[in-house]
Structures are given as structure tokens and as C-alpha cells.
């Protein structure tokens, strides 16, 4: 996502980028003829057995027009995008027996590179400990935005550049099923008990081969979720904004998923987060037109003998309503225009803005900041948010007005501490819970799998599972 103070968007046409996230791919020079290829990382990087063909990226250097890209010694139809980049079709009959599967890259003339393998079937982790933490219920936004080739702009500065440690360890790209259900493993084994799947609307626009719900429509099909419950997070903002003629087919689409045992609840009901109310009081032009709108979706869900919903929403820019004084003005539409509950993406930064990194207690300090303007002003319930970092260097994400290059340094052991202070707040502010003691509090993190932005907990090449083992490890305490 794309972040302007307050609220965080999407971008996904170039022609649309907004602070510095251009589209396209990196351009690299041909290497001079005969040097070996060298294989870096493929992506997918498994799959499970008896699975669909598929189209496989890899990563390196040293590749040339005529490269070959070899599974177990057998060449594939391979595509030359540049000397860092190829892609292969995989047929499905290569995934009938099980791996691991050799992939390498092989240049005329000059030899095959190391090879990396490709498991087969899907590998899970076993269920660890904090799989049966109650000290809360975690959840943490999932960013779909990691479906489309490498060289869709998302992952600009990432796979061929600099910030390559940010890979996830499942690989790049979660548009097959082995990723997503590998992540909610991992999500699981944390303590983190569902995914808020950002869901945009209108993403025929999309550029370059990318699904927004890719990994929201995987989970929903999946047979086994690993104990993870699932909701949806409606993106607001144009081109995304769902206008009243379109108003009843995103209902259907979302009561379809409601309609899943896995699909969160709180006090009974199904839940929708939207991240913006202002952007709704601008689509639906008054309260009455927003609670109208909401009362619709509240009447298709009671028609699929689901109660209700339970609708929390969140605000920011361009309405005014998330500034750096005071979030009364988003409060008050809030409690006006018939949603059940607050809770925020981001937020804004403490002022100033500097060109380099700020402590990660600077973040922390933000992120309480909105929720004790939460405990000043809110008149419905608060799920706090503990933002998991701020780092958009990948992506050159500037700051608005200075044009300063921004981010926080962290550690495993700060985010672990920034979540639990949000269970701490909700202890202090009993009023303002979702569900009523004895149910454990809800808090939320800001995200689990936001890479261009720095604001990611999966596990990576670069930091392993530090920060869901220090997670688990809080959560697991007294």
C-alpha cells in the first residue's frame, strides 16, 4: 500500500503511483557471453502434489536470451525478461510425484547453474505452542498484493534490488495455494488468530497480471485453514470506491465469504472492516445515505440466517478526519453513521519528519497517541493497532510536503512489546472493548506482509522468524 498521512492506499497503474512507486521492471545490462548462470531464488518455491501448471520465476544472474530453465535435468519453455529474471511454464504433470524437484539454469556454451529445489508436496509446520494462546485475539492485516510477475511494480527494489532479504520465506509471490496456506500456518503457530484481507473492488484496472484478492479467494477455498479464522477489509478510495449501482454485488461477494465457519466473528457477527468512513460519507453524500448503505448489507447477511454484521470502520485523508491535532472529527462520523466499532490501518507519524531513520519508539509513541484519542473521543468500541515497522526504502515512498525519505529502525522485541502495550490499553479501557471480560480483547497489527512499506512479520530471508517467535513468546507470558 501507498501511504498518505492518515490512510493507506493502493496503487496499481503506474500512470496512478504517487510518492516515488513507479511501475515497470529493473532493467539489467546482458552479461558478456559465457559466463555461468547463478540461481539466487525461484518463486513459487513449492506446491503441492497433483497441483495445476503454473508459470515459475526465477531470480539470478548471468542470464542470457537463449537460457534454459531445467527441472530435474529437463528444459521447460523458458522466457529471457532480462540478465536477473526468467520465467518457465511448468506443466502439472511435474508436480504428480512427490520432490524435492532439482531447478537450474543452464546457458549454451557455458554450463548449468547451482540448482535450488522445489518441494513437493507442501510442506506445514507443525503446530506450535501459542497455536493455543488466550491472552488475546490477534489479528493482523494481509496486504494482497504479491499475486502478479516480479516485475509488477509491488515489487520494485525488492526481488532485483537491494532489499532482496525481505523475501518471505513461502517465496515472492502467493498467487498458488501451497504460500498462502504455509503463511497461515505460520501466522497460527505465533498466536496470531485471523487475517484482515485488504479487498478492493473494480480490480479489472489492475496492471500487469495481478489479482488484489488473490490470497482472501485461496483461503476461502482452502480445506484446512490451520486453525486461522479470516475477514475482509473493504479499501476504500478511487478507483476502488464501490458505488451504489455495484453496491448489492460486493454485498453478495462479501456475505459469500461470511457464509465460511472460518470467517471472524465478534459478539456472534460476522465482521466487515472498512478503512474509511469519510471515503463512504463521500460515495453515499450523508449519515443517511452510509446507514442506509450499511443497513443493507446487515439485511443480506440476516437473509443468510447470519444475524447481522459488524461493521468497524476506520478513517483518514482526504476527508480531514486523521490529522495530527485530533481524530475527533472521524470519531464523530463514525458514531453517526451506523458502525459498530473503530479501528484503524495506520496512522499518522509524530512530527517532524527527517531525512533517515527514527527509533522504533517513535512509531509506538504515534500508535498510542490514537488510542488515547480513542479513549478521549470515541462513542463506540476500539480495536487498537500496533504497526509492525515503517520502511518504504524499497519503494522510495517519500514523505508528503518535505520529500523526505523516512523510516523506523525495529527489532523483534519492540513490535512483540508495541503489541502487548495494545493489550495493555485494552485492560485500561474496558469500556471501549468490542466484547465484554471474560472474551479476550481484540487488538490488530499493521500488517503482516506489507514488504515495500517495511511493515511485515511473515517470516523472511533477513530476519528468519525473529518476530513471530518474540511475538509467540509475549503472548505466551504473564
Known sequence: MIRVPGLWLIVVLSALTFEGCGGGSIAAPPP??????????????SGQQGGRAFILSLVGSN????????????????????????????????????????????????????????????????????????????????FDGWSGPLTNFHFNGMPLGAYQDREPLTAWQDSEGCAVEQQLAQAHNVGINFFVFDWYFNTAITANGENL???????????DRHGMQFAILY?????????????????????????????????????????????????????????????????AAQAHGLGSVYVVGGFGVPDGTMGQASLGAGFSIAGTDGYDAIAFYGYPFAPPAVNGSLPFSALAQAGQWTWDQAAQSSPLPFIPTAMSGWDPRPWNEVEPN????????????????????????????PQLRPEAAPNPPIVLIEAWNEFGEGSHIVPTKGSGTSYGDAIAVMLLGP
Open 402 to 429: 518535505t520529500g523526505f525519505l523516512m523510516w523506523y529502525t525495529r527489532t523483534p522485541q519492540e513490535v512483540a512489546q508495541f503489541i502487548s502495550d495494545g493489550i495493555d490499553w485494552t485492560a485500561a479501557y
Open 235 to 299: 479499501v476504500t478510495g478511487s478507483p476502488f470506491d464501490v458505488d451504489p449501482a455495484n453496491w448489492s454485488s460486493a454485498i453478495n461477494e462479501w456475505v459469500s465469504y461470511m457464509t465460511d465457519p472460518a470467517y471472524l466473528r465478534i459478539n456472534g457477527l460476522p465482521v466487515l472492516f472498512i478503512i474509511n468512513v469519510g471515503s463512504m460519507r463521500q460515495v453515499w453524500g450523508s449519515a443517511a445515505g452510509v446507514i442506509s448503505a450499511l443497513g443493507q448489507l446487515r439485511s
Open 32 to 45: 558478456p557471453p559465457g559466463l555461468t548462470p547463478v540461481l539466487q531464488t525461484i518463486s513459487p518455491n
Open 63 to 142: 542470464f542470457i536470451t537463449n537460457s534454459k530453465v531445467l527441472w530435474n535435468g529437463t528444459g521447460l519453455p523458458t522466457t529471457y525478461v532480462n540478465s536477473s529474471l526468467l520465467t518457465a511454464q511448468v506443466p502439472a504433470t511435474a508436480l504428480a510425484a512427490a520432490g524435492p524437484h532439482s531447478v537450474s539454469v543452464a546457458n549454451p556454451g557455458a554450463g548449468s547453474s547451482n540448482a535450488t529445489n522445489f518441494e513437493v508436496p507442501c510442506v506445514i509446520d507443525p503446530p506450535g505452542p501459542a497455536v493455543a494462546q488466550t491472552k488475546a485475539r490477534v489479528g493482523a492485516y494481509y
Open 213 to 223: 484478492n488473490s490470497a482472501l479467494q485461496i483461503t476461502h477455498a482452502l480445506p
